[in-house]
């Protein structure tokens, strides 16, 4: 059974700081991506950022690039979500995930919420103006 258990959210300031963490169990961690998405009351999940699975590859989307940082500790099973520069739009609940498919090295896959199967169960950022 694959479990992924985020932390780290919180409330912060308009140009602070967070890092999400998210623990992975159920799989070998090692050789699947993984990705960060989030969301908004009323809206869709959206691509935030993902890791090869290797973490020689990463992926952003725009209106992240520059103020976050995705990496990943295979050694203890754990995703990182560095997060600067922090604006009011940046509030949602965070998801964690895992990629499907073993070994995939795919910047357009990895921005697709239906390639990803399993999720954690979320962790709240809300950022101040």
């Known amino acids: 059974q694959v479990q992924l258990v985020e932390s780290g959210g919180g409330l912060v300031q308009a140009g602070g700081s967070l890092r999400l963490s998210c623990a992975a169990s159920?799989?070998?961690?090692?050789?699947?991506?993984m990705g960060w998405f989030r969301q908004t009351p009323g809206k869709g999940r959206e691509f935030v950022a993902a890791?090869?699975?290797?973490?020689?590859?990463?992926y952003y989307t725009d209106s992240v690039k520059g103020r976050f940082t995705i990496s990943r500790d295979n050694a203890e099973n754990t995703v990182y979500l560095q997060m600067n520069s922090l604006k009011p739009e940046d509030t949602a609940v965070y998801y964690c995930?895992?990629?499907?498919?073993?070994?995939?090295?795919?910047?357009?896959?990895?921005?697709?919420?239906?390639?990803?199967?399993?999720w954690g169960q979320g962790t709240q950022v809300t950022v101040s103006s």
């Open positions: 995930t895992v990629d499907k498919y073993p070994f995939r090295h795919s910047a357009q896959a990895m921005a697709v919420l239906s390639e990803y199967d399993y």
């Open positions: 159920g799989r070998t961690f090692s050789n699947y991506a």
């Open positions: 890791i090869s699975w290797s973490g020689g590859s990463t």
